[in-house]
T-cell receptor, first 113, second 109 residues
Framework: GAGVSQTPSNKVTEKGKYVELRCDPI?????LYWYRQSLGQGPEFLIY????????DSGLPNDRFFAVRPEGSVSTLKIQRTERGDSAVYLC???????????FGPGTRLLVL | DAKTTQPNSMESNEEEPVHLPCNHS???????IHWYRQLPSQGPEYVIH???SNVNNRMASLAIAEDRKSSTLILHRATLRDAAVYYC??????????FGEGTQLTVNP
């Protein structure tokens, strides 16, 4: 079946702009996770959802970052007033339920100029 | 979060077995040991996981020390497509995956 998909695959923006990154989880998966990966490092946890609610947002770096999952399926990661340091690959993963294996999408490569 | 320690890099020859070590001396009783791998420009791919007993699947085997303070991922016959960064991760009760820097595996033809 279809895996996790993320759009866009690449995003270039200017410092100070607003961006939205989208994640389509595997159908039927109730848990959804966002991670961020800087060059040469492992992914870093940002936030995860169980259904529509954010169960743990402790990894969000500051209040410029926000994520939603209004219908318990698709999720959007929103970054306000982007900074050059936000440049990274943003990865989304989903699992059938909390505690089960996480399956990752290909990521969105964000470049802030 | 409990931490894992892995070698930065390892090399293997094609068709030979590969043993990727991981130390996790601060593991708690409820932490599962997960292995993921990441090919260039792709998201991480699940390989295998376990709690206490050794595990086998079609991709690899996971050998877990009796005290659970270390584990070894075993690729029985390395292929060129196995060249990737391999991450050993302790998944906590909150289901977050805490990645380290992983081991870059190079497979020589």
């Amino acid at each position: 079946g279809a895996g996790v998909s993320q759009t866009p695959s690449n995003k270039v923006t200017e410092k100070g702009k607003y961006v939205e990154l989208r994640c389509d989880p595997i159908s039927g998966h109730t848990a959804l996770y966002w991670y961020r990966q800087s060059l040469g490092q492992g992914p870093e946890f940002l936030i995860y959802f169980q259904g529509t609610g954010a169960a743990d947002d402790s990894g969000l770096p500051n209040d410029r970052f926000f994520a939603v999952r209004p219908e318990g399926s698709v999720s959007t990661l929103k970054i306000q007033r982007t900074e050059r340091g936000d440049s990274a690959v943003y990865l989304c993963a989903s699992s059938r339920d909390i505690g089960e294996t996480q399956y990752f999408g290909p990521g969105t490569r964000l470049l802030v100029l | 979060d409990a931490k894992t320690t892995q070698p930065n890099s390892m090399e293997s020859n094609e068709e030979e077995p590969v043993h990727l070590p991981c130390n996790h001396s601060t593991i708690s009783g409820t932490d599962y040991i997960h292995w993921y791998r990441q090919l260039p420009s792709q998201g991480p791919e699940y390989v295998i996981h376990g709690l206490t007993s050794n595990v086998n699947n079609r991709m690899a085997s996971l050998a877990i020390a009796e005290d659970r303070k270390s584990s070894t991922l075993i690729l029985h016959r390395a292929t060129l497509r196995d060249a990737a960064v391999y991450y050993c991760i302790l998944r906590d009760v909150f289901s977050r995956l805490t990645f380290g820097e992983g081991t870059q595996l190079t497979v020589n033809p």
